[in-house]
């Protein structure tokens, strides 16, 4: 929907680091949740991390341990630290935002807003 906008993607070679920002380009009501979702070439978007009540943290299992989710659900801002990167993390990188109940965290259809992608790319 183009509600928020992500920064920071770039090209980078294997185990380098990237911290990807997420923050409103208009109008936005306060949310509980920011995730981030990421889709490559021919695959399906995927959840990859997300901060629920300024507090609890999910991570998909293929990047726990390397990135990192921090968020200002008041503001409609965040941010994902990402490090030692891989080539399999390769994507367009989305930002979203929403009041999702817990169990529904990892759901893009619960969010209300999002960012249009910011492309993350990793050479071996």
């Known amino acids: 929907q183009g509600q928020l906008q992500e920064s920071g993607g770039g090209l980078v070679q294997a185990g380098d680091s990237l911290r990807l920002s997420c923050a409103p380009i208009?109008?936005?009501?306060?949310?509980?949740?920011m995730a981030w979702f990421r889709q490559a070439p021919g695959k399906e978007r995927e959840f990859v991390a997300a901060?629920?009540?300024?507090?609890?943290?999910f991570y998909a299992d293929s990047v726990k341990g390397r990135f990192f989710v921090s968020g200002d659900n008041v503001k409609n801002t965040g941010s994902l630290q990402m490090d030692v990167l891989e080539p399999e993390d390769t994507a367009v990188y989305y930002c979203?935002?929403?009041?999702?109940?817990?169990?529904?965290?990892?759901?893009?259809?619960?969010?209300?807003?999002w960012g249009q992608g910011t492309q993350v790319t990793v050479s071996s």
């Open positions: 979203a935002a929403g009041r999702p109940i817990l169990s529904a965290v990892r759901n893009p259809d619960v969010y209300i807003y």
């Open positions: 208009g109008t936005t009501d306060s949310t509980n949740t």
């Open positions: 901060i629920w009540r300024a507090g609890r943290t």
